[in-house]
């Protein structure tokens, strides 16, 4: 373990977590890491001398043994792969396990990310790259914007082909993008075009257009460059979505403020992590009615060409309700790397779900470390070829799916629980309740209903 790179340890841990959620008797998993940081591999050839390297060394600080690490302890056989397109990992990863679900390439994916800093030297690289922020602060959308602050992060969720009934699906990924900046001004310069391309992508694949999505979770790194091309770029997407509009659907239409947020000015960027820490903040927050506001925004980037178009950024103030009444909420999710690869994913929100109503777990958590989100697979998006995802609520299918968890003289439905059955069963530990007989049992659990 001591020549084991701590992203694997995390990744490991967050695994298991998953494959709990998931159902210890499924084999066909797939997994796909995201990870960027060799900081420990650097390490390692400083501070062993050449005679003193090991095999153990190589499996340890290699980053393509995550997946396989994971695969081999969990004994899952799906696809297996490591990702690595530095700030766009995570993104990318979904992308690539919600092609294999597509596939039938296996029931169930995995996907995981993890970034740890453990040495100066890609900050101090990173840093005269003019990439990183002077004064220690990210200020994404600011005027002051000067770079962007490095932060550590694990993530993982389970995106699965689950046979659900139909009314169990309240969110849903309706569709990814991945796409290159290509020719431009520079191998690390962002391509406002190719920008523009990737949102009339995903947007043409899910179905919306890009005037209907509410909530915008953008890349924004607080550089002085990035934010003003990213901006300008969703901008003029959407003038070319209105564009294609007639005059008579224009007039029909009833304007909304599409709410546009940054995580990174909050959180700082945890680069292959950013992508999953981002999609889960503003999952977190509309799915408690919230709107996400932008840390440390005092006066928008002056580069900003707003015009007329029906944007909003929130200013950092304590997030109030959500001002829409829709039961469909849509929301998108950028990221962007550095060397060019990019990657957006659509998510849908139907508050008219049943589950939304009932308890469900609390997806806050302490700083970007998010392990509580967990998704199921509707057969009927095979139709519409629409990855639908589920947050498990209290006491979904857990019970029954562990050999161990015997409520069979309980009530059928345990979904209305109280609290504490549901925090004992997200964890790996026998369940159990001292009392003394199973009708007094029942009494207190039919009482602990909402």
């Not at 060799?38 to 400083?46: G, M, S, V």
């Not at 962007?336 to 777990?361: N, S, V, Y």
């Not at 003289?409 to 345990?414: A, G, I, P």
Request: hydrophobic fraction near 40%; charge should be positive; charged fraction near 20%.
């Amino acid at each position: 373990a001591i020549q084991t790179d701590p992203q694997q340890l995390l990744i490991i841990e967050s695994a298991k977590h998953l494959r709990h959620q998931a159902g210890e008797n499924e084999e066909n998993i797939g997994v796909a890491a995201a990870v960027s940081n060799f900081d420990f591999a650097i390490l390692q050839q400083k501070i062993r001398r050449v005679e003193a390297q090991s095999h153990h060394q190589i499996v340890g600080s290699d980053l393509s043994v995550c997946c396989g690490r994971v695969s081999y302890l969990l004994g899952c056989t799906g696809p297996s792969y490591t990702v690595n397109t530095a700030c766009s990992s995570s993104l990318v990863a979904v992308n690539t396990a919600v092609h294999s679900l597509r596939h039938l390439q296996c029931l169930l994916h995995m996907v995981l990310s993890a970034n740890v800093i453990l040495s100066p030297h890609v900050t101090v690289a990173y840093a005269k790259m003019g990439m990183l922020s002077q004064d220690g602060r990210c200020h994404s959308f600011d005027r002051s914007a000067n770079g962007y602050v490095r932060a550590e992060a694990c993530n993982g969720i389970n995106i699965g082909r689950e046979y659900l009934r139909e009314d169990s699906a309240p969110l849903a990924v309706v569709a990814t993008s991945v796409k290159q900046d290509g020719r431009s001004a520079g191998l690390t310069a962002p391509n406002g075009l190719a920008q523009q391309k990737l949102l009339v992508d995903a947007s043409m694949k899910a179905g919306i257009p890009l005037n209907d999505i509410e909530f915008q979770e953008m890349h924004a790194t607080g550089t002085p460059l990035g934010d003003p091309i990213e901006v300008n770029s969703f901008i003029q997407a959407l003038q070319y979505f209105g564009s294609n509009k007639t005059s008579a659907e224009q007039s029909s239409e009833k304007k909304q403020n599409t709410f546009i947020s940054g995580i990174k000015a909050e959180r700082g960027h945890s680069e292959p992590c950013a992508g999953l820490s981002g999609s889960l903040s503003l999952i977190h927050a509309i799915s408690n009615c919230k709107v996400v506001s932008n840390k440390r925004l005092r006066s928008l980037n002056q580069h900003f060409s707003m015009g007329s178009a029906s944007t909003g950024l929130p200013f950092p103030v304590i997030p109030g309700p959500a001002t829409t009444s829709k039961h469909e909420v849509c929301s998108a999710v950028n990221s962007f790397a550095f060397q060019g690869t990019i990657a957006r994913i659509l998510i849908r929100h139907d508050f008219a779900d049943p589950i939304w109503k009932m308890e469900r777990p609390n997806l806050a958590c302490k700083k970007v470390t998010f392990q509580k989100a967990s998704f199921g697979f509707h057969p009927k998006a095979f139709d519409s070829h629409k990855i639908r995802l589920e947050m498990l609520p209290a006491l979904d299918t857990l019970a029954i799916r562990k050999p161990y968890f015997r409520f069979s003289h309980f009530k059928t439905y345990l979904n209305a629980c109280c609290s504490d059955i549901h925090h004992d069963l997200m964890h790996k530990k026998r369940f159990s309740i001292t009392t003394n007989a199973v009708m007094v049992t029942q009494t207190q659990l039919d009482a602990n209903k909402h």
